[in-house]
């Protein structure tokens, strides 16, 4: 029996982070077989940026994506799902995010990863529910597991995060994972959190990490001497840097132990040795980098590398490069001042050039993006601590515009009118699985299905088609077939 058990990341989160969310579909293609027989827990392969990147960079159909990963893949299918935001940094009303789920689970996914930027239970809930809701509707096996966002910082240690779990656990998940997007979690921190979740919960843990501060594998380990479950781990060429630890590696390195994994690490060489060649394919295709320093700094910032040089390069333009150091200062008090939000996107942004400002105009809350106000007013939730007071005054933030019921309260039922807009713009045929890529990202799947049209067109013969050929064909596929063809 598999004491530790690997979640495998190349298909998501490994070329999410180290190469734009840019793998096609084709290239995943020859090596799902192989995958699927090395016995991980699940294969990471939906959500997060590739819904978005499908439409947007690749011109493919992510629900069609999903369709054909599920015909190849008998392990589970896991998705990465941001609660209440679906897979943007809106909120979505809760019809919306009912009817996504249950599109997703119909389409194939097996393990649910739901998280909210700001650990707010209450955006999670809609969720979870429908997740939970769509085993009543599928023939395989559907996993809840609902997310502890990491971070450090003011209020947030390992107690608090152990209570955390406990209400997801009541909640009705399945599983928690430790979501360390930022690569903060210390190898002995790992030990004591894991320790804390078990001591409250039964439910099997998983850790998440990214390899940017350096902790990666160390963390892993402490993680499973304390007992955890589950590790998501990268095959090599997408492991480290931002990306998660490497497989092979972990899978090695647990060899002969009471944690060994059971997998056949020769298994995975070949596979691996492909998505080396499928790396070298998209840098050259996109121009991409493909690599990142590792950052350890990164735990006294608790910011993305990326933002920062971001937030630095905004100083440059200014003339100002010898504030840097300031800005380093500022970020934080900026950050407990609005009530310690984990710094994942958008809260990393927002709070970021919000310190910026405050280091450029000289004078704290001079200026203040209308973001920033709503992080504070409670618009994207509840924050991990209360914002100051002084800084709701500071900022003339009105009782009444500040929002302390769940932001999704406020908003009406999306579903019809996302349908009847789409409707208005030639598209009255729009399947339900196209309303919601269209709920999720307006114009850039408006330009997909434009596109896509375009391309069946050419298929029927008609190369070079017009917008009124694209509306005929939209209006009434069978008339602009015959019509084409003949
Ligand atoms: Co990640």
């Known amino acids: ?56 960079f690749l011109g493919e159909d992510p629900w069609e994506r999903l ?18 935001n679906i897979l943007g940094y809106n909120h979505y009303a809760d019809d919306v995010v009912r009817a996504f789920v249950r599109k997703a689970a119909e389409h194939g996914i097996g393990v649910f990863r739901i998280f909210d930027a700001l650990n707010d239970p209450r955006n999670l ?13 599928v023939d395989h096996e559907v996993e809840v597991q609902g997310c502890l966002v990491y971070t450090i910082g003011g209020p947030h ?34 030990y004591e959190l894991v320790k804390d979740l078990k001591a409250e919960t039964k439910l099997p843990i998983q850790l998440h990490t990214h390899y940017t501060s350096g902790f990666g594998s160390m963390a892993y380990l402490k993680a499973i001497e304390a007992g955890v479950d589950v590790i998501d781990c990268a095959l090599s060429p997408f492991s480290l840097d931002t990306s998660q630890p490497c497989t092979e590696t972990m899978v090695a390195s647990l060899e002969g132990t009471e944690y060994d994994t059971g997998l056949d690490r020769k ?16 840098i050259k295709e996109f121009g991409l980098k493909g690599y990142f320093d590792v950052n350890p700094n990164v735990i006294d910032f608790q910011i993305p590398g990326g933002m920062l040089s971001n937030l630095v390069n905004q100083l440059k333009e200014q003339g100002m490069e010898d504030k840097y150091q300031d800005l380093l200062d500022e970020m934080p008090r900026v950050r407990a001042d609005a009530g310690y939000p984990p710094l994942v996107t958008p809260s ?62 406020h908003i009406p039922a999306g579903m019809d009118a996302f349908r009847a ?14 309303v919601l890529s269209y709920a999720l990202f307006p114009q850039v799947a408006e330009e997909f299905f434009k596109q896509r049209t375009v391309k069946k067109l050419a298929e029927l013969g008609r190369p070079n088609a017009t917008d009124e050929d694209v509306l005929l064909y939209n209006l009434n596929p069978e008339i602009a077939e015959k019509f084409f063809k003949g």
Request: hydrophobic share 40%.
């Open 67 to 84: 369709d054909i990963l599920k015909a190849n893949l008998k392990t589970p299918i896991q998705m990465l799902l941001r609660g209440q």
């Open 421 to 434: 807009e789409l409707a208005a713009k030639g598209y009255p045929n729009a399947t339900e699985e196209d």
């Open 157 to 190: 240690n390992t107690k608090e995060f152990a209570k955390l779990a406990k209400v997801l656990e009541d909640m009705g998940v399945d599983s928690i994972c430790i979501k360390d997007m930022s690569g903060l979690l210390k190898p002995y921190t790992a």
């Open 348 to 409: 990393s942004q927002i709070v970021g050039t919000m310190a910026t400002m405050n280091v450029m105009t000289g004078e704290r809350y001079k200026m203040v993006p209308n973001e920033f106000k709503d992080l504070v007013r409670g618009k994207f939730g509840r924050t991990p601590v209360p914002v100051k007071q002084e800084l709701l005054d500071k900022l003339k933030i009105k009782p009444e515009d500040v929002i302390t019921d769940r932001p999704a309260d």
């Open 267 to 282: 298994a995975m060489t070949p596979i691996a040795k492909y998505f080396l060649g499928v790396k070298q394919e998209i």
């Open 1 to 56: 029996m598999a004491k530790v058990r690997i979640t495998e990341t190349v298909l998501r989160d490994g070329h999410q982070s180290l190469l734009a969310t840019r793998m096609r579909l084709s290239q995943m293609m020859p090596q799902l077989k192989a995958l699927d027989e090395i016995g991980y827990k699940s294969i990471e392969a939906w959500g997060g940026a590739t819904f978005d990147s499908c439409l947007r």
């Open 125 to 137: 809930k809609t969720a979870i529910d429908a997740a939970i809701e769509s085993k009543k509707h």
